[in-house]
Nanobody, 114 residues
């Protein structure tokens, strides 16, 4: 069965960096576009970023463009989100999901605070 497991969240200071990972199993990872989605406290889901199966096509929400970078290692069946210059408004639970949002991980908490 499809399984997505996020890791790498934690507490980071404003302006700091963090790298999230999403380990995938149970499907042909390289064939799927993959998303990062986040949910801030008390708010709805916000799409963050998308990457194609080859990793050479990436897309970002305006709120993170220029600060975050999505990537993937198909040999390791792993999706990444490099978060740079983080802001308090980046505080959220971050989820990875497949291309059509049919499968989701359990999420990893990111808190940006001094």
């Amino acid at each position: 069965q499809v399984q997505l497991v996020e890791s790498g969240g934690g507490l980071v200071q404003p302006g700091g960096t963090l790298r999230l990972s999403c380990a995938a199993s149970g499907f042909t990872f390289s064939s799927y576009w993959m998303n990062w989605v986040r949910q801030a406290p008390g708010k709805g889901l916000e799409w963050v970023s998308l990457i194609n199966g080859h990793g050479d096509g990436t897309y970002y929400a305006d709120s993170v463009k220029g600060r975050f970078a999505i990537s993937r290692d198909n040999a390791k069946n792993t999706l990444y989100l490099q978060m740079n210059s983080v802001k308090p408004e980046d505080t959220a639970v971050y989820y990875c999901a497949d291309g059509d949002f049919s499968s989701w991980g359990q999420g990893t908490q990111v808190t940006v605070s001094s």
